[in-house]
C-alpha cells in the first residue's frame, strides 16, 4: 500500500498563502497524486490532482517534487472558508486488479484566523 | 452541489433493524463508491461499484450490502444495526474507474442507531 504522511493540523491567516505538505516515499510511477478537503458537515470535496507536473486550478496549486516523494498543496489566499481537513491520497493503478478506490488517511486540519 | 444526491439525509433506527440508504450518482458517472464516517474511525472506504459489477471491497461488515441498478443508483443495506453503525454514510461517484479521474461526494446520511 502506497501510504501518504500528512501534518496533523496547521494554521494560516486569512488571506495569506498556505502550504499543505504531503510525503509519499513509496509512490510507484503511475500513481496520481490527489487531494480532497472536508469542510465540517459536508461530504469530501475535490481539490486538484497530478502526476509529474505541476497543476493548477480555481482552487489551488500542486507542486509535485522531481523525485515524486513528496507534494504540497498550495492555496494563494487563504479564506476563512478553506478551514477544512485537507486529505492528500495517492490513487494507485494495481495490474491484477485495476485501480484502487481513494483512501483516506487523517489528513490536515487547516485552521484559519481572520 | 456535487450532482450526487443521498437520501434520505437523516435517519435514526433502534438495534437490530435493516436500513437502506440510497445514492444517485451525476448524471453519466458509472462508478459508485460508498464510505462510512464515524469519529474514531475517519473516513472507510465500503465498496465500489462500476456499470452494476462490484469492483473493489474495503471494510465493509458481512452485514452490509450493497447494489448498482441498471440506472446506475446504488443502494447500501445495512441489517443487524448495532449502535457502533451510528455514522455518516457517504456515497461519491465518477466518470469512469481510472487514476486520473475525480470523484464526487454527496453530503451523506446520518445514521443514528438507538
Known amino acids: 500500500d502506497a501510504k501518504t504522511t500528512q501534518p496533523n493540523s496547521m494554521e494560516s491567516n486569512e488571506e495569506e498563502p498556505v502550504h499543505l505538505p504531503c510525503n509519499h516515499s513509496?509512490?510507484?510511477?503511475?500513481?496520481?497524486i490527489h487531494w480532497y478537503r472536508q469542510l465540517p458537515s459536508q461530504g469530501p470535496e475535490y481539490v486538484i490532482h497530478?502526476?509529474?507536473s505541476n497543476v493548477n486550478n480555481r482552487m489551488a496549486s500542486l507542486a509535485i517534487a522531481e523525485d515524486r516523494k513528496s507534494s504540497t498543496l498550495i492555496l494563494h489566499r487563504a479564506t476563512l472558508r478553506d478551514a477544512a481537513v485537507y486529505y492528500c491520497i495517492l490513487k494507485i493503478y494495481l495490474r491484477n486488479s485495476g485501480n484502487t478506490p481513494l483512501v483516506f488517511g487523517k489528513g490536515t486540519r487547516l485552521s484559519v484566523i481572520a | 452541489d456535487s450532482g450526487v444526491t443521498q437520501t434520505p439525509k437523516h435517519l435514526i433506527t433502534a438495534t437490530g433493524q435493516r436500513v437502506t440508504l440510497r445514492c444517485s450518482p451525476r448524471?453519466?458517472?458509472?462508478?459508485v463508491y460508498w464510505y462510512q464516517q464515524s469519529l474514531d474511525q475517519g473516513l472507510q472506504f465500503l465498496i465500489q461499484y462500476y456499470n452494476g459489477e462490484e469492483r473493489a471491497k474495503g471494510n465493509i461488515l458481512e452485514r452490509f450490502s450493497a447494489q448498482q441498478f441498471p440506472d446506475l443508483h446504488s443502494e447500501l443495506n445495512l441489517s443487524s444495526l448495532e449502535l457502533g453503525d451510528s455514522a455518516l454514510y457517504f456515497c461519491?461517484?465518477?466518470?469512469?474507474?481510472?487514476?486520473?479521474?475525480?470523484?464526487?461526494f454527496g453530503q451523506g446520511t446520518r445514521l443514528t442507531v438507538v
Open positions: 513509496t509512490i510507484s510511477g503511475t500513481d496520481y
Open positions: 461519491a461517484s465518477s466518470p469512469r474507474d481510472r487514476s486520473n479521474t475525480e470523484a464526487f
Open positions: 497530478g502526476l509529474t
Open positions: 448524471s453519466g458517472d458509472l462508478s
